[in-house]
């Protein structure tokens, strides 16, 4: 009895060791592989994950395209100065710099996300690399905003020209590193007998952009509203290349396949996959920036001083806190609208399998609306309640609301095009998710619109009309799933009366068994 006890805990003993040896070789593997640097299999140079290089890169773009909106935040207005004048002066200049900005900017960034969907393992030259080109690419703003100021002086278009181009040679560089080094590319090109194709492909396709640059620094001496002309193209590129070779197909008839196996990367085809992850942390960082650009203009401006709280209200606080009770509830109801395109957004992503380019392209059309909500913030509480200027800022702020749900919306429409590929089964058409997906992405849309129609009619009720909608969102929020069932079951009352077993709206069965950690994972 004694001898069998003891050899029971031998027994025992020596498996909790071989647990914990197993334990802390697969803690030292994990450790190695994530964090260290390790050497590959061929004795090349170490390498290291990426994960945080794009992390950082996705922050610091992110950043970069939304302040450009503080210069049009930050325009004050007179009281009485016309509203649409203002507004067309902004609209040809700040509003214009801003607009273009992100977008140039977002299309630096896309091209950022492709470059290291392709090259998936980094070491210290790419790490430099990537920081000299974060670096020029940080510079883009203050060169747009030169080009702004100082539309007929060709400097500006030459020092952004410049940035774009080494911007060009930077990536065109990374490119001839990573074909160099096979083992810091992704497996389908490490795989593939193509490589020279990938590589001499994913070249002309980013040298594209560096040489229109080029072109366009040349005209800015010659006729400078041409080299504007060209850099707007750059935006545009990939669709306005797509189009015409469907057209040059079309004409010529067949599809050319132009690829010796499936090209996956820089083909500009609307369906081109890019980084899910990489999309979500972009719209993230734009999300919360703009979160945060509201509560600048509460601690500047809405910080009574000390000497006018002593003379004006005997020293009392509170008193002096109740004038600036406007500013404080238009902060609220902006921070609970993008708090709120935010909760849309990550819906949408949460059921989102994949993301394509032009899925990609309204994502980025949102974010820029989003931006402009510090402007809206910002104008609601401006002007005297009651007068004209406050009704045009409303109906303003109504139509940046509307545009950022819609872009929203439409990049749901563009994945069910494609939802076998881009959704999950309880979101595409038929699934029992599809109509409160498609009720949550419509309500900030239609919520904006009658909200500015409704300020159309009774315009003396503009900044109450505008406020209760920026409260009675978050509550329709809450009772949205009720209010679709209740929707659901009046029209199938209407439509399918004495059935009262029969599901009217088209459900798949396989799709419908499918468990709740499908959709998280």
């Known amino acids: 009895m004694g001898e069998n006890d003891e050899s029971e805990i031998i027994e025992h003993h020596d498996d909790e060791e071989m647990e914990k040896r197993r334990t802390s070789r697969n803690h030292s593997h994990s450790f190695l592989e994530s964090v260290t640097s390790s050497e590959d299999k061929n004795g090349h140079s170490s390498t290291q994950s990426s994960h945080r290089l794009l992390a950082y890169s996705d922050a610091l773009i992110s950043i970069i395209a939304t302040v450009m909106i503080l210069p049009v935040a930050h325009t004050k207005f007179q009281d009485d100065e016309e509203l649409k004048e203002s507004i067309q002066i902004l609209l040809t200049t700040k509003v214009a710099v801003y607009l273009m900005t992100f977008l140039i900017v977002s299309v630096a960034w896309a091209a950022h996300v492709r470059l290291f969907q392709v090259i998936e393992r980094i070491d210290d030259t790419l790490a430099l690399l990537n920081l000299a080109c974060m670096m020029l690419i940080t510079f883009l703003p203050y060169t747009f905003s030169l080009m702004a100021t100082f539309p007929d002086n060709f400097l500006g278009i030459l020092l952004f020209c410049a940035c774009v181009i080494v911007i060009g040679l930077i990536q065109a560089a990374i490119v001839l590193y990573g074909f160099s080094h096979p083992f810091l590319l992704n497996n389908h090109i490490q795989m593939s007998q193509n490589q020279a194709y990938y590589k001499q492909n994913i070249l002309k396709v980013i040298m594209r952009v560096p040489i ?215 979101v595409r058409y038929g699934g029992r998710e599809h109509t409160f997906m498609l009720a949550k992405l419509s309500l900030y849309p239609c919520v904006a619109l009658g909200s500015f129609f409704l300020t159309c009619i009774l315009s003396r009720f503009s900044a109450q009309i505008f406020h209760m909608m920026e409260i009675g969102v978050p509550f329709a929020f809450l009772l949205l799933r009720l209010l679709v069932r209740v929707m659901l079951a009046l029209l199938k009352w209407l439509f399918c009366p004495g059935r009262p077993d029969v599901d009217c709206s088209p459900v798949e069965e396989e799709d419908s068994q499918l468990p709740i950690n499908d959709i998280v994972t």
């Open 212 to 426: 229109m640059c080029f072109f366009a620094s040349i005209f800015s001496f010659i006729f400078f509203q041409l080299s504007y002309v060209l850099l707007a193209i750059i935006i545009f590129l990939p669709y306005i290349s797509q189009s015409l070779k469907w057209i040059r197909n079309k004409a010529i008839g067949g599809q050319v396949d132009e690829s010796p196996d499936s090209m996956l990367f820089y083909t500009y085809h609307p369906i081109e996959p890019l980084s899910k992850e990489r999309v979500e942390a972009f719209s993230d960082g734009v999300y919360a920036i703009v979160a945060t650009l509201l509560i600048l203009d509460i601690c500047e401006n809405n910080v009574p001083d000390p000497s006018v709280v002593k003379k004006q209200f005997d020293n009392n606080l509170n008193a002096a806190l109740q004038e600036y009770g406007p500013e404080y509830l238009a902060y609220f109801g902006s921070f609970a609208t993008v708090g709120l395109l935010w909760f849309v957004h990550h819906s949408l992503f949460l059921h989102v399998t994949k993301v394509t380019r032009l899925m990609g392209l309204f994502n980025t059309f949102s974010l820029a609306c989003v931006g402009g909500l510090p402007l809206a913030y910002q104008l609601t509480q401006e002007f005297p309640r009651g007068s004209r200027n406050e009704l045009e800022a409303v109906q303003v702020s109504c139509v940046i609301i509307f545009f950022a749900g819609l872009f929203q919306l439409a990049m749901w429409v563009v994945a069910l095009f494609t939802e076998r590929e881009t959704l999950h089964p309880y």
